[in-house]
């Protein structure tokens, strides 16, 4: 069966700092994988997925993710972290033979940005 | 453009009462979903419609029920709920199951 962990629950950072956060996964080949970002009493809003080829992909408001087969994981990284960044993400996996969805998610990182 | 559109964004029923929450895709997506969202936890997978049809029920009680009318619109009827079913319900949808996954803001629900 997939999982997915995120080590940190809670993250505290300062405005202008840089930022990883952690995603480990556990699947049997090579899985889709998905950042998403929810901001308080919001949806989830896709930051950026990883399916396949240039394991460093770009997603939305900066920030950037790393596929790295080897560890299993999948980081999340912001250079300077602005105070709208203050929310909770969550990463995803999902098999890659498209027999129906089963997202698996993990816990959830909760980011919070001192001025 | 990745909108799904929910609403009501908030809810309050008694526990007799009977509601519908309801969400609306026009991004031409196949699959649609509905999540369940307690405070501090990641979404639960409660059903996948696939091309109108239900695919997958995550073992949900039977004081849920979803409905699909097409292929933009996607209900879910509310009956007889407990307080514990309270929470934040999302919609989503996807190309096709097994897509990218897009979500709406959510309804917050309270049953009372």
């Known amino acids: 069966a997939q999982s997915v962990t995120q080590p940190d629950i809670h993250i505290t950072v300062s405005e202008g700092a840089s930022l990883e956060l952690r995603c480990n996964y556990s699947?049997?080949?090579?899985?889709?994988l998905f950042w998403y970002v929810q901001s308080p009493g919001q949806g989830l809003q896709l930051l950026l997925k990883?399916?396949?080829?240039?394991?460093l992909v770009q997603g939305i408001k900066g920030f950037e993710a790393e596929f790295k087969r080897s560890q299993s994981s999948f980081n999340l990284r912001k250079p300077s972290v602005h105070w709208s960044d203050a929310a909770e993400y969550f990463c995803?996996?999902?098999?890659?033979?498209?027999?129906?969805?089963?997202?698996?998610f993990g816990g959830g990182t909760r980011l919070m940005v001192k001025p | 453009d990745t909108e799904v559109t929910q609403t009501p964004k908030h809810l309050v029923m008694g526990m007799t009462n009977k509601k519908s929450l309801k969400c609306e895709q026009h991004?031409?997506?196949?699959?649609m979903y509905w999540y369940k969202q307690k405070a501090k936890k990641p979404p639960e997978l409660m059903f996948v419609?696939?091309?109108?049809?239900?695919?997958i029920n995550e073992s949900v009680p039977s004081r849920f029920s979803p409905e699909c009318p097409n292929s933009s619109l996607l209900n879910l009827h509310l009956h007889a709920l407990q307080p514990e079913d309270s929470a934040l319900y999302l919609c989503?949808?996807?190309?096709?199951?097994?897509?990218?996954?897009?979500f709406g803001e959510g309804s917050w629900l309270t049953v009372v």
């Open positions: 991004m031409g997506h196949r699959a």
């Open positions: 699947y049997g080949a090579t899985p889709y």
């Open positions: 990883y399916f396949s080829g240039d394991t």
């Open positions: 419609y696939s091309y109108e049809k239900l695919s």
């Open positions: 989503a949808s996807s190309q096709e199951a097994g897509n990218t996954i897009y």
């Open positions: 995803a996996v999902g098999p890659n033979n498209n027999a129906g969805n089963m997202l698996t």
